[in-house]
């Protein structure tokens, strides 16, 4: 069977069913199985149209379609691969030299044809390119050449056909950082035209958190989420309500997902939770990843009112402004801050002995958060802290002791 051959039958599947929500690549001996019991019925029958008969007529070995799921024989993936490639290169060198062309004319009497020649090419474009990344969703070039058609269409309607064909990909491929990339594209294109967002972003964040629940230590998915967050609060898409929910179905999902760093992330919100899920959970180092986000979120908000309440101390002194006690219990919070977290260091490095030895995964984890902070606030090392931070102990004898195939490291980072 020829390449092209089978290009022209995927690509008509694609056409006649763009609500195509799952597919898969499958062994040729698996048909038999798909097709079992799946025969129409006489009323199904009865109302296709001819287009519809003309549109399912494909090779059944090398495809299966039903109920808007797509399934493409392995034997043929070259094949079809290779016969996509070419297409789309192909239609991609005439579009941008037909580009080129346009923007340099300057007769206005084949203006109707041009247009109706670079109309053409990039329905074509959009076909073969969507074929391509159907079979290689990393595929940047194809991207590319979507996103410059859909720039230059601007059409609602196509934006929304977009997010269709990512939640495709994304059912087989969910870790594609080019997907998620073109997905917040889109997105930010219908927001030019579209005020209200409301529904898409409620579509948006109930996609991710169905990838995540399928796909564990998803990252991307995540960050999608965080990107969605960001982009309601600026926006003003949704209520801060709504947006405490957000917060409120990360925590469930978290707690049933402990081991799952890219979670942590996420959230911005109750040390005090993360501190009892460090005791609950001993040997969890996403916890304590997630820690450090917490304590930088927490002391920048502390250092900047801190660093003005000295700047208005100074003022106050000078006469020229009153000084305000918020901005001295900042100072007072921050301190008290560290005194806390200080105490909380000790309790973990003193985890006392079990018979699972998480005790010292424990002291290993807390020594290298420990260190972290020594390098990330230098400060401390001047403070009134200064006499708590040694009754930690050696962290440099610890991190050795508790881990030491990474001796190297630890006394590299000590000194």
């Not at 129409?40 to 495809?63: M, V």
């Not at 340099?104 to 084949?110: E, G, V, Y």
């Not at 908000?301 to 009153?322: I, M, P, T, V, W």
Request: aromatic share 10%; with cysteine; proline share 1%.
């Amino acid at each position: 069977m020829g390449d092209e051959y089978l290009l022209r039958q995927f690509e008509r599947i694609l056409e006649h069913d763009d609500l195509l929500d799952e597919l898969g690549f499958i062994h040729p001996s698996q048909f038999a199985s798909l097709n079992e019991g799946l025969d129409a019925t006489a009323f199904e029958i009865s109302n296709r149209t001819p287009s519809d008969f003309d549109a399912l007529n494909y090779d059944e070995t090398a495809f299966w379609t039903k109920d808007h799921k797509l399934a493409i024989s392995t034997e043929i993936l070259t094949q079809l691969s290779k016969a996509a490639r070419r297409a789309y290169f192909d239609v991609r060198s005439g579009y941008k030299d037909s580009i080129s062309v346009n923007m340099n004319a300057n007769r206005s009497d084949s203006v109707t044809s041009r247009g109706s020649s670079i109309e053409l090419l990039e329905n074509n474009l959009l076909m073969h390119s969507k074929a391509i990344l159907i079979l290689s969703c990393d595929f940047l070039s194809a991207w590319n050449s979507r996103k410059q058609v859909l720039q230059r269409k601007c059409n609602l309607s196509l934006f929304m056909d977009e997010l269709q064909l990512l939640t495709l990909i994304l059912s087989y491929s969910p870790k594609s950082e080019c997907a998620w990339s073109h997905r917040r594209w889109v997105i930010k294109r219908i927001a030019e035209k579209c005020q209200d967002l409301q529904e898409i972003i409620d579509e948006e964040s109930d996609l991710a958190r169905n990838i995540v629940e399928k796909s564990k230590m998803n990252y991307r998915a995540w960050n999608h989420r965080v990107w969605l967050t960001n982009y309601m609060t600026r926006k003003q898409v949704l209520t801060h309500i709504q947006i405490l929910d957000e917060l409120d179905k990360s925590r469930k999902w978290s707690e049933l997902h402990i081991a799952d760093s890219c979670s942590f992330h996420y959230r911005g919100e109750e040390i005090k939770w993360n501190k009892f899920l460090i005791k609950r959970f001993m040997d969890r180092q996403s916890l304590w990843v997630y820690r450090r986000f917490l304590i930088q979120c927490w002391i920048k908000l502390f250092r900047d009112d801190c660093l003005h309440a000295r700047q208005l101390h100074k003022d106050h002194q000078n006469g020229s402004l009153e000084l305000h006690t918020d901005h001295q219990n900042s100072c007072v919070l921050l301190d008290l801050f560290w005194a806390k977290e200080l105490e909380f260091l000790c309790e973990c490095l003193n985890t006392p002995v079990d018979e699972f030895e998480d005790y010292h995964i424990q002291a290993q984890l807390a020594a290298s958060y420990m260190l972290w902070i020594t390098k990330q606030f230098p400060f401390l090392a001047n403070s009134k802290h200064q006499e708590r931070i040694s009754e930690l102990g050696d962290l440099k004898a610890i991190l050795i002791k508790t881990c030491p195939d990474k001796t190297l490291l630890w006394r590299s980072l000590s000194d």
